[in-house]
């Protein structure tokens, strides 16, 4: 296993237009986690699941995102109706979860822009 | 929410000379990670910490868990051009699981 991949590595769409990224998490890890990063900013946390239940959403989350984890392997997070300010790196980590062990390990992103 | 706060937030330096930089926190961290991003790419993990006044290195790099547990340090030795990127610090939020991460320090070194 190769790490966690991200499809596509670039995606350019209008406005109000959907979108749907898809994530493959390094194989044994129980933990998937959806970042979005903008420029000169940290990664911002969006969502988390464990094997198939998503466990929590940030309010950055809105109406028009969901993400799916449905069969405990990969994922994919859909934007609806796409906005000029959605434009930013969609990030996917994975991890293998147990208390004293947070580390995360990142795929290469997917790059939205929203024309 | 928890903050992270990076400083400095960019650095130029010479090639060979050694860098510094650090994270704080108003709320205690149980857990400090660092990670080097690179432009285009995800964030790659480089050292993970986990106790109060622990010391880790990997190769050139050096990081330290402050013993207030409210900071940690990030030590860079005879940098070299493919340092260059940004580094960010990161902790899990307390109360919950999942990772908060500074604004990055943007490290630039001239060869």
């Known amino acids: 296993d190769t790490g966690v991949s991200q499809n596509p590595r670039h995606k350019i769409t209008k406005r109000g237009q959907n979108v749907t990224f898809r994530c493959d998490p390094i194989?044994?890890?129980?933990?998937l986690y959806w970042y979005r990063q903008t420029l000169g900013q940290g990664p911002e946390f969006l969502t988390y699941f464990q094997n198939e239940a998503q466990l929590e959403k940030s309010r950055l989350l809105s109406d028009r995102f969901s993400a799916e984890r449905p069969k405990g392997s990969f994922s994919t997070l859909e934007i609806q109706r796409t906005e000029q300010g959605d434009s930013a790196m969609y990030l996917c980590?994975?991890?293998?979860?147990?208390?004293?062990?947070?580390?995360?390990?990142f795929g290469s992103g997917t790059q939205l822009s929203v024309l | 929410g928890q903050q992270l706060n990076q400083s400095p937030q960019s650095m130029f330096i010479q090639e060979g000379e050694d860098v510094s930089m650090n994270c704080t926190s108003s709320s205690i961290f149980n857990t400090w990670l660092w990670y080097k991003q690179e432009p285009g790419e995800g964030p790659v993990l480089l050292i993970a910490?986990?106790?109060?006044?622990e010391l880790t290195s990997n190769g050139r790099l050096t990081a330290q868990f402050g013993i207030t547990r409210k900071d940690s340090f990030l030590n860079i030795s005879a940098s070299i051009p493919s340092d260059v990127g940004i580094y960010f610090c990161?902790?899990?939020?307390?109360?919950?699981?999942?990772?908060?991460f500074g604004k990055g320090t943007k490290l630039t070194v001239n060869p």
């Open positions: 910490l986990y106790k109060a006044g």
């Open positions: 980590a994975s991890s293998y979860w147990a208390r004293g062990n947070e580390k995360l390990f």
């Open positions: 194989s044994e890890h129980n933990r």
């Open positions: 990161a902790g899990p939020q307390g109360g919950s699981e999942k990772l908060v």
